[in-house]
Nanobody, 123 residues
Framework: QVQLVESGGGMVQAGGSLRLSCAAS????????MGWFRQAPGKEREFVAA????????YYADSVRGRFTISRDNAKNTVDLQMNSLKPEDTAVYYCAATRIFGSRRRTDFDSWGQGTQVTVSS
């Protein structure tokens, strides 16, 4: 497993941008696909975006495609989520996660999780 720590959450007005970052420690970071999930109050944790070893292999939830961009730096052991054109419905706790199952969007396939960072979008 890898240990994950998120940063970069905060409060922003609708239409604004935020960038989340996740720092990973442990061995073989590049062996993991990295993802971002989010959980709003009273809702289940849902998939947002993920990236395989290379930034050429990324996938997104329909609700964020075209607004969010996931990227990773294997030299620095980091994965970022750039969030643009934010909407109030993007308000949630965002979690960084890691999996050895490339291509998965299922929460249960991700076995390493960060502590989460709050994102609040006001209207």
């Amino acid at each position: 497993q890898v240990q994950l720590v998120e940063s970069g959450g905060g409060m922003v007005q609708a239409g604004g941008s935020l960038r989340l970052s996740c720092a990973a420690s442990g061995r073989a970071f590049s062996n993991y696909a990295m993802g971002w999930f989010r959980q709003a109050p009273g809702k289940e944790r849902e998939f947002v975006a993920a990236v395989r070893w290379s930034n050429y292999n990324t996938y997104y939830a329909d609700s964020v495609r075209g607004r969010f961009t996931i990227s990773r730096d294997n030299a620095k052991n980091t994965v970022d989520l750039q969030m643009n054109s934010l909407k109030p419905e993007d308000t949630a706790v965002y979690y960084c996660a890691a999996t050895r199952i490339f291509g998965s969007r299922r929460r249960t396939d991700f076995d390493s999780w960060g502590q989460g960072t709050q994102v609040t979008v006001s209207s």
